[in-house]
């Protein structure tokens, strides 16, 4: 799948896009397919639990260090689905409303700009809380496969805008990277919305339109073009713009 994986993380690549697949493959009642996939989020987990004691040693990601939580984060549709459906059944109708509240002014931020732009802004994720996602367990994916050996360096890199000093950890970004993108592939192949989505935007139409899971079980595009990612030609239209 990806020439800088490692055999191991091939084989999981393979092992988890496979079993993936295979299990919303045999999903026939449409209120089970989200459940198959939430609970093809523990792979991370294991992948996390699997990797060598090197590679778990050198995180540094604890609660309140929150830098990541400033970038841009691309989804698919399922992942804001998962996630909408854990406020739904667990936020008090007061949180659910300011989480609403936030959605919209992260959607009405990050309307007709570039990626580039959109990063410029560094605004917080709408679930972060004291520093803390709200939403751990349902996190998306990008959440899940982000770790890093220096907090500080994260947040050294947030205020420059780039990613100047390398964060990453060897033996854990493949792992989890391996994991991420054989659940996306199995869902493209299942049939399912493969579009790529930015989460802040999506989730507000996911807790305010209960027909954005309908469409994705019906495997519609869940979500309007106006929450998709930024795409290569509007990146291509905003460099020329500032030429």
């Not at 994720?125 to 220096?150: F, M, Q, T, V």
């Not at 049939?191 to 019906?218: I, K, M, P």
């Amino acid at each position: 799948m990806c020439a800088q994986f490692s055999p191991e993380e091939e084989t999981l690549f393979e092992k988890t896009g496979g079993a993936v697949l295979k299990r919303l493959s045999k999903t026939r009642n449409p209120a089970d397919l989200l459940p198959v996939l939430r609970s093809a989020q523990k792979e991370f987990d294991r992948a996390y639990m699997s990797a060598s004691a090197e590679a778990r040693a050198a995180v540094a990601c604890r609660a309140g260090c929150d830098a990541c939580c400033h970038e841009l984060v691309g989804v698919q549709a399922h992942e804001v689905l998962i996630a909408a459906q854990f406020i739904q059944t667990t936020f008090s109708p007061e949180e659910l409303d300011a989480v609403i509240a936030r959605t919209a002014q992260h959607s009405e931020a990050f309307a007709g700009h570039s990626n580039v732009e959109r990063a410029a802004l560094k605004l917080p994720c709408a679930l972060l809380r004291d520093g803390s996602c709200s939403i751990y367990d349902a996190r998306p994916g990008a959440c899940r496969s982000h770790h890093s050996n220096s907090a500080e360096s994260c947040r050294t890199n947030l205020i420059a805008g780039n990613e100047a000093i390398d964060v990453y950890i060897p033996g854990m970004r493949g792992r989890m990277f391996a994991v991420m993108l054989a659940t996306d592939q199995a869902v493209e192949e299942a049939g399912f919305d493969d579009q790529g989505y930015d989460f802040n935007t999506a989730l507000h139409e996911a807790l305010t339109d209960s027909l954005c899971a309908v469409r994705w079980t019906r495997r519609q595009a869940a979500f309007p073009d106006s929450c998709r990612e930024a795409s290569e030609m509007e990146e291509e239209n905003a460099r020329r713009t500032e030429c």
